[in-house]
């Protein structure tokens, strides 16, 4: 039994609308992915705080920056804290006004997220951290997790009403 025009126009709009859906949902979940590892890089900065309120301190007791690599930077950075923050501050980088940086491994600048460091309105440096390749365990995973299932199911809905949206107007393309 051959398949009606109807049929065939209802299926061609619902691959249609099933392909746009697809690329939405990739393009979608990439600059999810992207955004939140950002977002996630820049919330470790900010419980960064009393890092960088030490190196303001620092900074304003010498007026300058003491030498790249110094032990006094390295403790301003470390600090007098538990092992669990002292593996957090690892992570660390800091950088003069010009993002060179006085502390910490060398680094492509482009892979860094910073935060500026800022004494009167003036920048004199930036607390730094490599971006973050994947989206770590916890309560970000759980979060990203929820989005794309929100999303999975938001697509299984369009899904459905494409092809209701199509079967109605293939009738009404091959209505007499």
Same mark, same amino acid.
């Given at each position: 039994?051959? =398949?009606?025009?109807?049929?065939?126009?209802? *299926?061609?709009?619902?691959?249609?609308? *099933?392909?746009?859906?697809?690329?939405?949902?990739?393009?979608?979940?990439? /600059?999810? +992915?992207? +955004?939140?590892? !950002? $977002?996630?890089?820049?919330?470790?900065?900010?419980?960064?705080?009393?890092?960088?309120?030490?190196?303001?301190? *620092?900074?304003?007791?010498?007026?300058?920056?003491?030498? @790249?690599?110094?032990?006094?930077?390295?403790?301003? =950075?470390?600090?007098?804290?538990?092992?669990? !923050?002292?593996?957090?501050?690892?992570?660390?980088?800091?950088? +003069?006004? !010009?993002?060179?940086?006085?502390?910490?491994?060398?680094?492509?600048?482009?892979?860094? =997220?910073?935060?500026?460091?800022?004494?009167?309105?003036?920048?004199? /440096?930036?607390?730094? =951290?490599?971006?973050?390749? @994947?989206?770590?365990? /916890?309560? !970000?995973?759980? $979060?990203?997790?929820?989005?794309?299932?929100? $999303?999975?199911?938001?697509?299984? $809905?369009?899904?459905?009403? @494409?092809? /209701?949206?199509?079967?109605?107007?293939?009738?009404?393309?091959?209505?007499?």
């Amino acid at each position: 039994m051959p =398949i009606s025009l109807r049929s065939k126009l209802a *299926l061609a709009f619902t691959l249609a609308n *099933l392909c746009l859906l697809g690329m939405v949902y990739a393009l979608t979940q990439r /600059g999810f +992915d992207r +955004d939140f590892l !950002e $977002f996630v890089g820049k919330q470790q900065l900010r419980n960064a705080s009393e890092v960088e309120q030490r190196l303001l301190n *620092l900074y304003q007791q010498e007026n300058a920056w003491p030498p @790249a690599h110094s032990e006094i930077l390295r403790r301003a =950075i470390a600090g007098d804290v538990s092992g669990h !923050e002292r593996r957090r501050t690892r992570r660390l980088l800091l950088l +003069d006004a !010009e993002q060179r940086i006085l502390l910490g491994p060398k680094r492509n600048p482009n892979n860094l =997220i910073t935060q500026p460091i800022a004494v009167n309105n003036q920048t004199i /440096g930036y607390l730094a =951290i490599p971006r973050i390749q @994947a989206i770590p365990a /916890g309560l !970000e995973q759980l $979060f990203a997790a929820q989005q794309k299932r929100s $999303f999975a199911i938001t697509a299984a $809905f369009a899904s459905v009403a @494409a092809f /209701g949206f199509a079967w109605w107007f293939s009738g009404y393309f091959t209505a007499p």
